[in-house]
């Protein structure tokens, strides 16, 4: 289990342009001209190369270049000037780079992309378009521009530098010098200029307006795009755009129709808030030239084949960090290969070119890997269960919200063979190291995903045998048990309550006699014990056997998780032990638990197979909202038939149970639980504030 210290969000970096490898150059506009004004008349060649020049330092306006007989372009002697100095600029800053160590195949790939295309393989320029010239440039008056126009265009593949609207490269469609940065939210529409492919996809192309972009509101502050991602499924995800209003807008390639009404009917919760869904005003369009990279396989995820042992994912994360909008998701290393998640394909497309462009990602493939949210939407488990023989009863049946619990046909079994695999391990109720080894295994396992803390069942290492030879002599054990999870604690640095831990007391006092005590206890991090409680409500099969702690009052201790107060099982049942908890100060009361179905009388099974079921999820649902607490709830889980309820969850007030494994069987769940849900609690219902006023009508033992 986390706590909101565990996890911190990850901070936004504010990324710079791909291409920014100077400041920004804005061209002075040419000076208007009259229509005397003088001309230069130059060959068309030089004027294309003059054009491609050019292309570095236009702000991104069409050209419109009407046919002519003429084999030379005929313009104003200030336009050539302009195009002169660009020439000359460009020729400056591809000598600087030449110094600082680029290479001519670098500065292709540069110019052309990831489809080798070249300047000497595009098509030439189409035309200028009267209509934007005067947007970038001052135009003279009543000098025409114009150019032969050639017979055949070859076309230009798609250029990989995915910038939206832009291309490195000529095109065969009316030429359009756009450099667009998507400076502000991703979510809004993009108008783009529309352009065509030789290269058929053989996958269908994403249509370019659809409904796909889901608002998600009710984030909690700590939330990451890694979080957002984990909660996703049911399609690819186009982009994740998370916002500081703790909201954030998901757009899908396909799905987001199906994963809206999934949300509507499953509440997903995240950091302990329930999540709201809805359409988002604005709906992202895919740009064309995004949708046939989509079509031809890209998503936002890359791999980088052989990178395992090259580079580390802080030096992966600082070459990528110059690339505007662009968020690493995550990065992790598999079978030799680097695996990199980004928040949107268009800023993947980026991160591809750039890594391509680097002398260090040389010889190394950089390939896409499918979105991990694009796995199936979880589908109810309607699983069959046998029935259970019932008495007739003549009034209306009860409607029974736990027909999915596995009662078992055999409940009343007088099998006491409980002993089952799992795992490749044993299970056996009376072998305390076999199940320490299987309970250590979930513990480091909850500890790798960064759990704080780890809650055992009540009786998990021998199990309630009373009436065995040997259960007593092995409670004789109980400080080699505990000296294994203080040493477990030490290793995997997290508190652990493991469950609880009978212990035998030999009195030489005759007249007190031998005690077997049912003993809880939370060991820090460090191995440390910092808190003890001894079962007080002893369940009625117990009183024979066991020793309770009587008028001890209840004790709450400080952890590293604040203030913790400790139950055992049938204790829950008692509102007075949460009263007292909560009066000295226990934000969070954990209780260890060895409860079944079979602790229900014939009577009650008869009218309800699963009324302790009911019991338990009514009761820990009731004391969270009553004592404004966080409920850890650990129970026995086992093999199927046996009678075991399992149900162990951590319920909060407000939500109710953030996580609840609904089955008998053995599991585990990592949750994070956000303490503020608390806070906010008691604001609201003040039942703490109520205990600790002096003239408070009840009278109970903590006043």
């Known amino acids: 289990m986390s706590t909101p210290g565990e996890l911190v969000d990850k901070q936004m970096t504010t990324y710079e342009p791909l291409l920014h490898l100077l400041p920004p150059h804005t061209p002075q506009s040419p000076p208007k001209a009259s229509p005397t004004m003088g001309t230069v008349t130059i060959g068309k060649s030089y004027f294309e190369a003059l054009l491609r020049r050019a292309e570095f330092h236009t702000s991104g306006h069409d050209f419109d270049i009407s046919p002519s007989l003429s084999a030379h372009v005929t313009l104003p002697k200030a336009d050539h000037e302009y195009l002169l100095q660009a020439e000359h600029e460009y020729s400056l800053l591809k000598n600087a780079l030449f110094r600082g160590g680029l290479t001519v195949e670098v500065l292709d790939t540069l110019l052309s992309g990831e489809s080798g295309v070249t300047h000497e393989e595009s098509a030439p320029p189409a035309a200028f378009n009267a209509d934007t010239w005067g947007e970038a440039f001052v135009r003279p008056h009543a000098v025409p521009v114009t150019l032969k126009a050639p017979c055949h265009y070859e076309v230009s593949p798609d250029s990989d530098n995915t910038t939206i609207g832009d291309s490195l490269q000529p095109r065969t469609q009316p030429r359009s010098y756009n450099r667009l940065y998507s400076f502000g939210q991703p979510d809004s529409s993009i108008d783009t200029p529309q352009k065509e492919d030789n290269l058929q996809p053989s996958n269908p192309r994403v249509p370019t307006h659809d409904r796909r972009t889901v608002l998600i509101t009710n984030l909690a502050d700590r939330t990451t795009h890694k979080d957002l991602v984990g909660v996703i499924r049911g399609g690819r995800l186009l982009d994740v755009f998370l916002r500081n209003d703790r909201s954030a807008t998901i757009s899908f390639v396909e799905g987001a129709q199906d994963f809206l009404a999934h949300s509507k009917r499953n509440d997903i919760y995240l950091h302990a808030k329930r999540l709201e869904f809805r359409w988002n005003d604005r709906q992202f369009h895919v740009p064309p030239h995004v949708s046939n990279k989509i079509a031809g396989g890209a998503s936002r995820n890359l791999v980088v084949r052989g990178a395992a042992g090259k580079f ?147 009786y998990h290492l021998t199990s309630w045998k009373p009436h065995e030879p040997k259960f007593v002599d092995l409670a004789r054990e109980w400080k080699t048990y505990m000296q294994w999870y203080k040493d477990l604690a030490k290793e995997v640095g997290i508190c652990i309550v493991p469950g609880t831990i009978l212990e035998f007391h030999p009195e030489n006092d005759e007249a007190s006699g031998d005690r077997l005590l049912n003993v809880a206890y939370f060991i820090d991090g460090g191995g440390e014990v910092i808190g003890k409680y001894i079962k007080k409500n002893l369940w009625g099969p117990e009183r024979d056997h066991l020793t309770g702690s009587g008028r001890d009052m209840h004790e709450v201790f400080d952890t590293p998780l604040g203030k913790v107060g400790m139950l055992i099982c049938w204790d829950l049942a008692f509102p007075e032990a949460f009263r ?15 409860w079944t179905l079979r602790d229900c009388n014939e009577q009650g099974l008869a009218l309800n197979p699963s009324a302790e079921a009911l019991f338990l999820d009514s009761a820990l649902t009731a004391r969270a909202f009553e004592n404004t607490c966080a409920i850890v709830f650990a129970n026995a889980g086992g093999p199927p038939g046996q009678g075991y309820a399992g149900l162990s969850q951590i319920v909060v007030p407000f939500v109710g149970p953030l996580t609840r494994l609904g089955s008998c069987a053995e599991g585990m769940s990592v949750v994070d639980v956000d303490m503020q849900i608390m806070e906010d609690a008691e604001a609201n219902y003040q039942v703490r504030a109520d205990l600790a006023r002096h003239d408070w009508h009840y009278d109970y033992r903590h006043s």
Not at 330 to 350: K, P, V, W
């Open 312 to 458: 580390t994912e802080a030096q992966i994360r600082d070459h990528l960090d110059h690339i505007h909008n662009l968020v690493v998701v995550d990065i992790n290393f598999r079978g030799g290969d680097a695996y990199i998640s980004t928040n949107s394909i268009h800023n993947a497309l980026f991160a591809r070119t750039c890594m391509m462009s680097r002398t260090v990602y040389k010889g190394l493939r950089i390939d896409w890997y499918p979105d991990e949210c694009a796995a199936p939407l979880p589908r109810p488990n309607l699983r069959t269960q046998s029935s259970v023989q019932s008495v007739p009863m003549k009034v209306v049946p009860i409607t029974n919200r736990y027909t999915l619990l596995d009662t078992g046909s055999d409940l009343n079994s007088d099998s006491d063979d409980e002993s089952y695999t799992t795992s490749g391990i044993k299970v056996d109720p009376l072998q305390p190291c076999e199940n320490f080894a299987k309970a250590a295994s979930f513990v480091r396992s909850a500890a790798s995903q960064g759990a704080q803390l780890a809650v055992l069942p009540e």
């Open 580 to 594: 007292e908890l909560i009066a000295q100060g226990a934000k969070m009361v954990i209780i260890p638990t060895f």
